[in-house]
């Protein structure tokens, strides 16, 4: 039950007030704001050009916005504006209580090196230095995320595109972050490949509590990973709730749209 | 007010309206004046044909619809909520302790065994995996699925069998409220028998219900009330 109130009496982990991004006259973001808890699961969805990998970028602290703030609630407990943290601050964030699983598994991931490497070198950014340690967390975490540990040595360029994507997980969670951004972890990938992967999120997520910000324009990822949703257009939020309210009684005529376009399953 | 001091579920003048925007926008009335309450350990059954709106009404006591107007009021912990206005957050709690729901089908989660999917409920409520499997063994067993089939995902049971899986995994928790969509309609005799008895098990705990059955015999085994779902009808 410790959870459960938790849930409950908690602080928000990030709370982003009024985004907006514009590229010269183009206003790719516009007013965004919404307050993420620990545990909670939120999905962005839209098609591209709505603005959501913009918000994503935002919120992950990789772009300034033009106006409107983000503030993240560091492990001390003080809730602290992205924009205020120096550079140091931001990318120790990113190496410990962050992670940023990204489309292409080759944009998060080292290529040449061996998955072990790829693994323990998060541990040892946070200061981890006792090899054998290593070496085991990173088989620990292979298995967890289902690749034979067998294949701990090689390289992830000889790993399948299902593979590439579950050690890109597994790198980042082995420090054990409280916030992960996901930009179309499903994408490029197989539909069968793409329903283990999504189950294996499902069960990290729930186990180690993690908050969220998942971005896709797959419905059915929505669905199975989300609590909540936010959807966008033309760089506005349009609709959000309870991702099987938005789902099963959208509101919007362009939600209606998105609902009505998913295939039967 | 002696009836809102008992209520678990409490109802006044909801309405519900879908409007099909890729419809030339129109609007497709469901149900209004929704109106009436459910005591603990009380069974209500909402009848009238299909397409009166019964398994909206649920719905919108799941929080799965959003309505128009009117209150949902819910005892959560408590104290008196209304779901109509919650946040999400808060309605995904008042699931987790307080509402759960049996619905017709099973909506398989790929590659998870069946005792776990029974289980689950019990552990996100901080029950230890082996004592809530344990109950959940206890529940597929009472429900005639044998225990070779427990390990195996439900994705691949025959229709009788997932809703067994399905209603084992709605009952076996402590939650106050149940809401039944058709809990019984793929069953055989001794099944449906033995949720007659898991339905009349939760009464005496005081669970307070909500049921759609078609089935005359099973109504009438189960319903302490009816409501007549055509009396909310939303004439256009």
């Known amino acids: ?19 907006s991004k514009s590229f010269g006259r183009i206003a790719a973001c516009r007013e965004v704001s919404f307050a993420l808890y620990p545990g909670e699961v939120l999905a962005i969805v839209g098609e591209s050009g709505s603005g959501k990998s913009t918000l994503l970028q935002m919120l992950s ?42 489309q292409d598994p080759a944009q998060g991931l ?16 946070v200061g981890w230095n006792h090899y054998g340690r290593i070496r085991d967390t990173a088989s620990d975490w292979l298995m967890r995320v289902e690749i034979d540990v067998a294949r701990i040595d090689d390289a992830p360029r000889t790993y399948s595109g299902g ?10 969670l082995v420090t054990e972050p409280r916030l992960v951004f996901m930009d179309e972890p499903t994408g490029g990938l197989d539909v069968s490949v793409q329903a283990r992967l999504l189950d294996l999120l499902r069960s990290l997520v729930a186990e180690l509590h993690l908050a969220v910000i998942i971005v896709t324009h797959d419905l059915a990822v929505a669905r199975l ?41 | 007010m002696s009836l809102a001091m008992t209520a678990m579920i409490d109802i006044t003048d909801a309405r519900k309206t879908f409007t099909m925007h890729l419809q030339g926008g129109i609007e497709l009335p469901v149900v209004r004046g929704v109106t009436f309450h459910v005591d603990p ?8 044909p299909s397409g009166a709106g019964k398994s909206s009404i649920l719905k919108m006591i799941f929080g799965n619809y959003r309505c128009d107007s009117g209150r949902i009021g819910i005892r959560h912990r408590g104290a008196l909520i209304d779901l109509a206005v919650a946040e999400p957050r808060q309605v995904l709690n008042v699931r987790r302790v307080t509402i759960g729901y049996v619905s017709q089908f099973l909506r398989a989660v790929p590659r998870v065994a069946t005792i776990d999917v029974v289980a689950e409920p019990l552990i996100v409520n901080g029950l230890a995996r082996p004592e809530a499997q344990a109950r959940a063994g206890a529940l597929l067993h009472r429900l005639n699925i044998p225990e070779r089939l427990w390990q195996l995902p ?25 809401l039944l969509d058709e809990p019984t309609a793929s ?13 009349a098990e939760k009464k005496r705990q005081g669970v307070a219900m909500v049921a759609i059955v078609h089935d005359d015999e099973i109504r009438h085994l189960i319903a302490d009330r009816i409501v007549d779902v055509t009396s909310f009808a939303a004439a256009a």
């Not at chain 1, 039950?1 to 985004?19: G, H, I, W, Y």
């Not at chain 1, 593979?163 to 980042?172: K, P």
Request: hydrophobic residues 40%.
């Open chain 1, 1 to 19: 039950m410790a959870e459960l109130d938790t849930l409950e009496s908690d602080q928000p982990l990030l709370v982003a007030e009024s985004l």
């Open chain 1, 61 to 102: 602290g990789q772009l300034t916005p033009s106006a409107g703030r983000v503030s993240y609630r560091m492990r001390d407990g003080v809730a602290r504006d992205l924009t205020t943290l120096g550079e140091a601050e931001r990318r120790f964030l990113f190496r410990t209580d962050w992670g940023y699983v990204h």
């Open chain 1, 110 to 125: 080292r290529m040449a090196v061996s998955a072990g490497a790829n693994v323990g070198e998060r541990l040892m950014a």
């Open chain 1, 163 to 172: 593979m590439r994507q579950r050690l890109q997980i597994a790198r980042n």
């Open chain 1, 225 to 265: 990973l989300s609590h909540r949703v936010m959807v966008m257009k033309g760089g506005r939020v349009i609709e959000t709730g309870l991702t099987d309210q938005v789902l099963d009684d959208p509101r919007e005529p362009y939600t209606q749209l998105l609902v009505s376009s998913i295939l039967p399953p």
């Open chain 2, 41 to 48: 350990g009380e069974c209500v059954v909402l009848s009238g």
């Open chain 2, 154 to 178: 439900p994705a691949t049971f025959s229709g009788g069998e997932q809703q067994r899986v399905n209603i084992a995994r709605g009952f076996i928790s402590d939650l106050p409220i149940l």
């Open chain 2, 187 to 199: 069953l055989d005799a001794a099944n449906r028998t033995v949720a007659v008895e898991l339905i």
